[in-house]
């Protein structure tokens, strides 16, 4: 019989060799006539299957509501910075991506990972936020930098809401909340951000869709996929800044000596 020669690469999520592309096996006409949208394309090609449609349409929702925060935030500003010294489109991107990490945008992953082992383990929002401060670690979808207690995030509410409209069970995102509410009682500005919204709702999309067996699950929050979905929708908003500056051809940016405390 045949043998196979061993292959360089394994790849499972789309196919390029037929007459038409397939997304996880879904024909790509099948992907224009039918109406799938971008969730729908995350789905097929990030998860390898398609997601009932109040998931699809959480997931555009999350990159709608994180695509831009304004050109004060580490990302744009990096971007700003980059499109103004000449640099080309790419660039300017990836200098503001580089920002997104635990701080900024990329703790959405951290998030799922401590609010399902806390909340699975059963522990008080008082014994998870204080074992993490002995440990030293700032909890992850926790605080603000112009977040407040007065001043919540409108992108959070916006998310619990959808999740309770359509969601079967927002267990994780309850615990997050209760954990918010010990934190506000240590500092105004210890709200639950944008990423803990998105990481404790996600855990809930997973396990509540029934899409997902418990090892999936375990496997997306370790390997870390929802953090792309903050690097995927920042990016329409750093490529927004790209343009931007340059269609106001601003010079080459300089920091003013003012604004730096030159000390020894
Ligand atoms: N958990 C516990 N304590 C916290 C947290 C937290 N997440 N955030 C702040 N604190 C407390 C700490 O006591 C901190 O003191 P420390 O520096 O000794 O740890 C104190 O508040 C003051 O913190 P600041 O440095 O003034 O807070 P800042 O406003 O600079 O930080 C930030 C904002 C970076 C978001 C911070 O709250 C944090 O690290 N959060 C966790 C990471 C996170 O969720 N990032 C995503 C933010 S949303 C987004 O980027 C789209
Ligand atoms: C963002 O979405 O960029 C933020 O929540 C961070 C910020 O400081 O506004």
Redesign the pocket.
């Known amino acids: 019989g045949k043998v196979r020669a061993p292959t360089h690469i394994i790849s499972t999520i789309s196919d390029d060799r037929g007459e038409e592309p397939c997304y996880a096996g879904v024909p790509m006409s099948t992907i224009i006539e039918q109406g799938y949208g971008v969730g729908d394309v995350i789905s097929l090609l990030w998860f390898k299957r398609s997601l009932p449609r109040y998931c699809t349409q959480f997931i555009e929702i999350c990159i709608m509501l994180?695509a831009d925060?304004g050109p004060c935030?580490s990302g744009a500003h990096n971007s700003i910075v980059t499109a103004r010294a000449g640099k080309d489109l790419v660039s300017s991107l990836v200098s503001g991506l580089l920002t997104i990490g635990?701080?900024?945008?990329?703790?959405i992953d951290?998030?799922a990972r401590y609010f399902k082992d806390a909340c699975d383990r059963g522990l008080t929002p008082y014994e998870f936020?204080e074992g993490?401060?002995k440990k030293g670690i700032?909890?992850?979808?926790?605080?603000?930098?112009i977040k407040s207690r007065d001043n919540r995030d409108k992108r959070v509410q916006l998310l619990q809401k959808y999740a309770h409209t359509h969601f079967p069970s927002v267990k994780y995102m309850e615990y997050a909340v209760q954990v918010e509410t010990y934190?506000l009682s240590?500092?105004n500005?210890?709200v639950m951000?944008?990423?803990?919204a998105i990481g404790s709702l996600f855990l809930d999309l997973l396990s509540g869709s029934g899409m997902f067996t418990k090892q999936e699950i375990d496997e997306i929050v370790e390997i870390g996929y929802l953090n792309g979905l903050?690097v995927l929708a920042r990016s329409i908003g750093l490529i927004g800044h790209t343009f931007d500056q340059k269609r106001l051809k601003q010079p080459l940016y300089r920091h003013p000596w003012e604004d730096v405390l030159y000390t020894k």
């Open positions: 994180c925060h935030v635990p701080r900024f945008g990329g703790a951290d998030a936020v993490m401060k700032r909890v992850p979808g926790i605080g603000h930098r934190t240590k500092a500005n210890l951000n944008v990423d803990g903050f």
